[in-house]
T-cell receptor
Framework: GESVGLHLPTLSVQEGDNSIINCAYS??????FIWYKQESGKGPQFIID?????DKRQGQRVTVLLNKTVKHLSLQIAATQPGDSAVYFC????????????FGQGTRLTINP | NAGVTQTPKFQVLKTGQSMTLQCAQD?????MYWYRQDPGMGLRLIYY???????DKGEVPNGYNVSRLNKREFSLRLESAAPSQTSVYFC???????????FGPGTRLLVL
C-alpha cells in the first residue's frame, strides 16, 4: 500500500544555516508531492509542490527535490529563520484514489539562535 | 477572503454526546475534506466530497457522518462521541481532486 515516511523526526539547525528535511515514499505510482508547514496550534500551510515529471522546483527560500529512482523527496530551506520553526509534512497523491492525500508523520524543525 | 474557516475552535464532550463540526470555504473550491490529527501522527482522511452533492469515505470514517450542504460548506457529525475521537480535526478544500489542498485552523475536540 501507499506510505510516506520521514527519515528524521526532529531537526535542529542554527539560524542562518540551510535546512534539509527528507521524506521517503513507497508508491512508485505517486505523481504529485506536496510539502506542508504546520505551526503550533494552526492548520497545515502549503509550502511547495512538485509533479513527478520534474526533479526540482524552487520557491522563495525553499527548494524541493524529487528522486524517483530511490523514491525520495527533500525540502531545502535556505538561510533558516526563527519563523521557520514548525513541523513539516510531506504528502503524496497517487494516480489511483486521486482524492486521497497520504501524509507522513512529520519532522519538527527547531532553530537555534 | 478568509480561506477555510472552522467552528468551533475547541469543544469538550462527554461520551455519547453528539455534535457537528462546521467548515466553510470562500475560494470557490469544488472539493472539500475532513481530516483528524492525533499526537505524533500525520493527518488521516475521514471523509471527502469531490463536488457538491457527493461524499466518500476516507481512511478512518467509522463513527462519523458528513454533509456537503452546498458548495461552500461541509460539516462533520459525531453521532455518539467516544474518547477515541479525541483529536484535532482539520477541514481542507481544493479546486479539484488533483489540486493542492488548503487547510482551516482546526477544531480541538476532547471527549471525556
Amino acid at each position: 500500500g501507499e506510505s510516506v515516511g520521514l527519515h528524521l523526526p526532529t531537526l535542529s539547525v542554527q539560524e542562518g544555516d540551510n535546512s534539509i528535511i527528507n521524506c521517503a515514499y513507497s508508491n512508485s505510482a505517486s505523481d504529485y508531492f506536496i510539502w506542508y508547514k504546520q505551526e503550533s496550534g494552526k492548520g497545515p500551510q502549503f509550502i511547495i509542490d512538485i509533479r513527478s515529471n520534474m526533479d526540482k522546483r524552487q520557491g522563495q527560500r525553499v527548494t524541493v527535490l524529487l528522486n524517483k529512482t530511490v523514491k525520495h523527496l527533500s525540502l531545502q530551506i535556505a538561510a533558516t529563520q526563527p519563523g521557520d520553526s514548525a513541523v513539516y509534512f510531506c504528502a503524496e497523491k497517487g494516480i489511483q484514489g486521486a482524492q486521497k492525500l497520504v501524509f507522513g508523520q512529520g519532522t519538527r524543525l527547531t532553530i537555534n539562535p | 477572503n478568509a480561506g477555510v474557516t472552522q467552528t468551533p475552535k475547541f469543544q469538550v464532550l462527554k461520551t455519547g454526546q453528539s455534535m457537528t463540526l462546521q467548515c466553510a470555504q470562500d475560494m470557490n473550491h469544488n472539493s472539500m475534506y475532513w481530516y483528524r490529527q492525533d499526537p505524533g501522527m500525520g493527518l488521516r482522511l475521514i471523509y471527502y466530497s469531490a463536488s457538491e452533492g457527493t461524499t466518500d469515505k476516507g481512511e478512518v470514517p467509522n463513527g462519523y457522518n458528513v454533509s456537503r450542504l452546498n458548495k461552500r460548506e461541509f460539516s462533520l457529525r459525531l453521532e455518539s462521541a467516544a474518547p477515541s475521537q479525541t483529536s484535532v480535526y482539520f477541514c481542507a478544500s481544493s479546486f479539484g481532486g488533483r489540486e493542492t489542498q488548503y487547510f482551516g485552523p482546526g477544531t480541538r475536540l476532547l471527549v471525556l
